[in-house]
């Protein structure tokens, strides 16, 4: 049995246009981890790398109606939360020494 999300229409302009955007900004994150002068600049863009593959999983899973993609990304995210709370944490100490 699977479980569906209300569905938005697949052929709205809306969406598309929310995906591209999100696709492109997705394409300048990854040139700063590439890119980036420090290592907390690269830190950052993969944060924000992670939300933006959030932000298009959830997209995806309101066109598909799924909710499991849904899941995917509500784990994706706290993974990702998790990751950067480490890294500060990291950086904190290594300020103190």
Known sequence: MTERLVGLPVSSPLLTI?????VAALLLA?????????IPDR???LDLTASLV???LLLLGAV????????????LALIAFLGTVAFASLIER???E
């Open 43 to 45: 830190v950052i863009a």
């Open 18 to 22: 929310a995906m591209v955007i999100l």
């Open 54 to 56: 959030v932000g298009l």
């Open 94 to 96: 290594r300020t103190r």
């Open 64 to 75: 598909l109606q799924l909710l499991a993609i849904v899941d995917i990304a509500i784990v």
């Open 30 to 38: 990854l040139v700063r981890i590439v890119r980036g002068p420090t």
